[in-house]
């Protein structure tokens, strides 16, 4: 999904769930992309770890809680049109945010498994610059990347962090998507964790933690 291109599919209608400071008082945002089989709620629960005074939580839901049917690593097409609709998703929980009064430089996306792998794909799809991402055990979607990604992420702070042997994220597509970003002009930080199984660590608990403080700094 590119930037203005709005999608009617299978995620549009779910609740967004929303948490942390009221959107009417909050100076920055985290929109929160859950994984395959789990809810934004869950997302919300791990933003607590996060939380600081002044940033609303803004969590969209997927339609059976499953973004796309297949691997990320399927052909784009086959993911249709689960994938454009929660790349929609995403776009409008931002447009909320913006709505509120935060401005896109505020805001930080962060996802995990699936929602790791929606949340690249969005700032890869939509460059500008961004309060940050973190895709954890994630990485941009397709069979093969793009020859090339148009667009300037202006200095965005970006958080990869995965197993090297996660069966989900090959390691060399975390490493692909870190050099996508990199040329976009983001600032990327990859951490691949030895042997660790699908799933989130302390040591990525905190790099994002620092990342969600430099919002509101």
């Known amino acids: 999904m ?3 291109a709005d999608v009617d599919g299978p995620h549009q209608g779910q609740q967004l769930a929303i948490g942390g400071t009221d959107l009417a008082d909050a100076e920055a945002a985290l929109v929160l992309a859950h994984g395959r089989g789990a809810t934004a709620g869950g997302m919300l629960q791990m933003a607590d770890e996060f939380h600081r005074e002044g940033i609303a939580f803004l969590a969209p839901q997927a339609a059976r809680q499953t973004w796309y049917p297949n ?14 609709s929660g790349l929609q998703a995403i776009s409008d929980a931002i447009e909320r945010a913006n709505d509120a009064g935060i401005p896109t430089g ?4 962060i996802g995990f498994s699936q929602g790791g792998c929606l949340a690249s794909e969005y700032l ?3 460059p500008r610059r961004y309060g940050g991402l973190a895709a954890l055990s994630g990485g941009l979607i397709g069979e093969e990347l793009d020859d090339e990604y148009p667009g300037d992420l202006e200095g965005t702070p970006i958080f990869l962090g995965c197993s090297d042997v996660d069966p989900h994220i090959p390691e060399v597509r975390v490493h692909e998507t870190a050099a996508v970003f ?5 600032d990327v930080t990859k ?3 030895e042997g660790m199984a699908h799933g989130v660590n302390d040591d ?14």
Do not use: H
Not at 71 to 84: D, I, V, W, Y
Not at 106 to 109: A, D, V
Not at 204 to 217: G, H, N
């Open 2 to 4: 590119s930037a203005g």
């Open 71 to 84: 691997s990320f690593l399927a052909p784009a097409e086959r993911n249709e049109p689960g994938r454009q």
């Open 106 to 109: 505020r805001i930080m996306l």
């Open 124 to 126: 890869a799809r939509n």
């Open 182 to 186: 990199d040329s976009m002009g983001a």
């Open 191 to 193: 951490r691949l964790y």
């Open 204 to 217: 990525e608990l905190e790099f994002v933690s620092k990342m969600v403080v430099d919002l509101v700094a």
